[in-house]
């Protein structure tokens, strides 16, 4: 058990808190979230603005499907527009467009995952993936004269469909790492990547000039 917990103090606290701590530090600096004193008030806003773009998102698929239909209505069709109404006029959802519309695509993508510690696990893990798949997607040829000659239609849907399974796996990926992290204590490993992530957010915000140090 010992061994297991050393072994996953480098192989799992140390890479989560790199990364979470890039992660923080960048969103900190270019105020992504708004201001946060402290990494409670960061996920805070975190999840507030991940709701709101959600529902940016289906107030657009709404407006589509409405756009579409614009025969009789019916009473749900009704409510409908009245939830399209209200949400396209969501104040947290424009004030987050309006200010941070720049965003960088790791975040973006960190946005989709879910943001805090499970979307940092999540673009972590969707990001370990697509790095062994390149790998291995360059290793099967033999020069780059012979990987031009590859490319085929069928190789772009089969890189698509991949990019979705990992995109599965990375929102899975407690399924994902329990089959391939060594040992038998899995709480262990879990324990050490929230460490990881705990500690590499918090000294982002320690080394961050737009925020003070503050108490979780």
Known sequence: ????????????????????????????????????????????NVKQHTEALKKKKKARKEEKKQAKNKKSKSRAERASEVLLKEAVLDPEAELFETQHPAMNPVHKKWLAFGGGFYGVISLLTYVVIELDEIRDFFVQ???????????SFGMLIRL?????????????????????????????????????????????????????????
Request: hydrophobic share 55%; net charge negative.
């Open 160 to 216: 698509l469909v991949d990019s979705i399974l990992n995109f599965i796996w990375a929102i899975t990926w407690p399924i994902y790492w329990l089959n391939r992290v060594p040992g038998n204590y899995a709480w262990i490993w879990l324990v050490a990547a929230y460490a990881g992530y705990w500690m590499g957010s918090r000294l982002a915000f320690r080394n961050s000039p737009e925020n003070a140090p503050g108490e979780d």
């Open 1 to 44: 058990m010992l061994g297991e917990a050393f072994a996953a103090l480098f192989q799992a606290t140390l890479p989560v808190g790199v990364f979470s701590f890039l992660l923080t530090w960048w969103a900190i600096k270019h105020d992504y979230f708004g201001k946060a004193a402290t990494l409670k008030e960061l996920e805070r």
């Open 141 to 151: 040829f033999h020069g780059i004269v012979n990987f031009f000659q590859e490319i």
